[in-house]
């Protein structure tokens, strides 16, 4: 098992002991500061995602805003280009279906769809992360694929990256691959950390 490994069963195992309520408290918080949050206030086309396995679930939030002077995508895994995401308009009420993963994503597809870039924020899950921003995901890479485009010399600021964990899912210090795309910033219930130059 390597570091990595070892530091994801970790840090699972720790968001599934949270007892509950002290979740839902946690979670509100990181939802109120998320909601005042100038990134999130001037974004016009959003994109979260459905909360799972003890996630801090954006869910409630994105709910209130949907239509309301935003657009609100979910990520669904990219028919054509296997590891990467596309992102799905949905409003309240819009049916969702598990994908092959057991991620809950939206039925509707064609002009629905908008690729990374269109949009303005996107709320980002994770496991773990540092003061730096960067982020510890599940292992399958998509995030970092979908927004591989960032790295180039020519990056683009647009879409911001906006994690959201609890304040135990901070670690130390990551040690990030080429490939790996860091946030611009990360709200946990505590205090908000920003990429360095962000």
Known sequence: MTDQQALRRRLKQLR???PTRQAIQAQNR???RLQRHTWFRRAQRVAGYVGSNGEIDPMPLLARVAGRNKRVYLP???PFREGRLWFCEWRPGDHLHPNRFGIAEPT???AHMRPARALDLVIVPMLGFDEACNRLGMGGGYYDRTFAFRL???RTRRPLLLGVAYEFQRVERLDPQRWDVALDAIVTERRL?????I
């Open 16 to 18: 599934r002991s949270l």
């Open 108 to 110: 509707r597809r064609g």
């Open 152 to 154: 180039r010399p020519q």
């Open 30 to 32: 990181v939802l109120h």
């Open 76 to 78: 669904v895994l990219h």
């Open 193 to 197: 950390y920003r990429r360095p130059g």
